[in-house]
């Protein structure tokens, strides 16, 4: 598989407690918000989105807030599972000429404890 | 099922040659895309492409070239002007309103 992230920011949680991963995005104009999880040697898998005219989202065990004031997107894992043990990454859409762009934060890492 | 395929998973190159990574979606999405990630790092934009026959410039262009002459498929290659292609390759694609769709990557190791 790929190799441990050592630059990646780590949250380190126990089975079974919430974790809450949280991402500082750049640009007051974008307008819509995903996070992905990507597991060791795979590519990043879309968990949740939210757009701009909201300031939360619940999926299944999933949660994601958004604080436009501070520019600031969390996602929230309920009862979080070893399973749940991978690289989380947001993402703000920004349109330009071209269309519209992902623009991806740095990602951070989540291991679950047993 | 729709997706988007790479291939191949694994991919060895030795110094000087160039390599082609293979990029196929069939969900009708007009864009794709090619990052570059490395070991502990986020993604980095090779190129993009938001419609057949055109493709644009990423931050990390240099040693690589892109084509897009099918909505369907948009190859990468790896030329020998890129000085350290050891990387894992993600391709993507999305149509206007909704985020990217990923494949399952391409780890290429030059040997």
């Known amino acids: 598989g790929e190799s441990v992230g050592l630059h990646l920011p780590t949250l380190s949680v126990q089975e079974g407690d919430n974790s809450i991963i949280n991402c500082a995005y750049s640009n007051s104009a974008s307008d819509y918000f995903i996070w992905y999880k990507q597991e060791s040697g795979k590519g990043p898998q879309f968990i949740i989105d939210?757009?701009?005219?909201?300031d939360k989202r619940q999926g299944q065990r999933v949660t994601v807030l958004l604080n436009k004031t501070v520019k600031h997107l969390s996602l929230q894992i309920a009862a979080t599972q070893p399973g749940d043990s991978a690289v989380y990454f947001c993402?703000?859409?920004?349109?330009?000429?071209?269309?519209?762009?992902?623009?991806f934060g740095g990602g951070t890492r989540l291991m679950v404890k047993p | 099922d729709g997706g988007i395929t790479q291939s191949p998973k694994y991919l060895f190159r030795k110094e000087g040659q160039n390599v082609t990574l293979s990029c196929e979606q069939n969900?009708?999405?007009?864009?794709m895309y090619w990052y570059r990630q490395d070991p502990g790092q986020g993604l980095r934009l090779i190129y993009y492409?938001?419609?057949?026959?055109?493709?644009q410039k990423g931050d990390i262009a240099e040693g690589y070239s892109v084509s897009r002459e099918k909505k369907e498929s948009f190859p990468l290659t790896v030329t020998s002007a890129q000085k350290n292609p050891t990387a894992f390759y993600l391709c993507a694609s999305s149509d206007t309103f909704y985020g990217y769709t990923f494949g399952s990557g391409t780890r290429l190791t030059v040997v």
């Open positions: 939210i757009r701009s005219n909201m």
């Open positions: 492409s938001q419609i057949v026959n055109d493709f």
């Open positions: 993402a703000e859409m920004m349109s330009n000429n071209a269309g519209n762009m992902l623009t």
């Open positions: 969900l009708n999405h007009d864009a």
